[in-house]
């Protein structure tokens, strides 16, 4: 589906990083190490770059990040048992996007589904971002651009079959 407007703001931005998905229960605490390890730079400018959102509900904490995740997790106080981790690829709606906006997300996921590529959706107050698995990363671009999207930095090694 063509979108109706072209726009700057509604560029899709191509992640060079791998952004990894930490699930954890909602009924244990968030370990030392872990938060320590997250948050250690999240409040400098240095680290403009670096990608970390925390979502805690009564069922789970979601962790999404870019930073290179320790080999060995028990290091952060991470047990296999308690914590899945899954890695993607991130695709970002260029932005800022004015909240009166509607239809972005919905008009992005769909030749993703038709692809058949599952995403993990997030927002922020400026944008929206969707997450692919790593595995259908070159897919989940194609079938943007078949689309008409603007993709840019598609060179990345991560988004090539």
């Given at each position: 589906m063509p979108l109706p407007f072209d726009t700057p703001q509604l560029h899709l931005h191509l992640s060079?990083?791998?952004?990894?998905?930490?699930?954890?229960?909602?009924?244990?605490?968030?370990?030392t190490p872990l938060r320590n390890w997250l948050t250690r730079d999240l409040w400098t400018t240095s680290t403009a770059d670096t990608f970390v959102s925390i979502t805690r509900t009564q069922h789970e904490i979601s962790i999404v990040t870019d930073?290179?995740?320790?080999?060995?997790?028990?290091?952060?106080g991470v047990s296999a048992e308690t914590c899945t981790v899954s890695a993607f690829a991130s695709i970002?709606?260029?932005g800022p996007l004015a909240h009166h906006?509607?239809?972005?997300?919905?008009?992005?996921?769909?030749?993703?589904k038709?692809?058949?590529?599952?995403?993990?959706?997030?927002?922020t107050s400026d944008t929206d971002y969707v997450l692919v698995p790593l595995t259908k990363a070159s897919?989940?671009?194609?079938?943007?651009?078949?689309?008409?999207?603007?993709?840019?930095?598609?060179?990345?090694e991560l988004w090539k079959a």
């Open positions: 060079n990083n791998v952004h990894n998905l930490l699930r954890l229960p909602a009924n244990e605490d968030v370990p930073l290179s995740l320790p080999t060995d997790m028990t290091d952060l970002k709606v260029q906006l509607t239809g972005i997300l919905s008009a992005m996921t769909i030749p993703l038709n692809a058949q590529v599952p995403i993990f959706a997030l927002s897919e989940a671009k194609k079938a943007l651009t078949d689309d008409g999207w603007t993709v840019i930095n598609s060179e990345s």
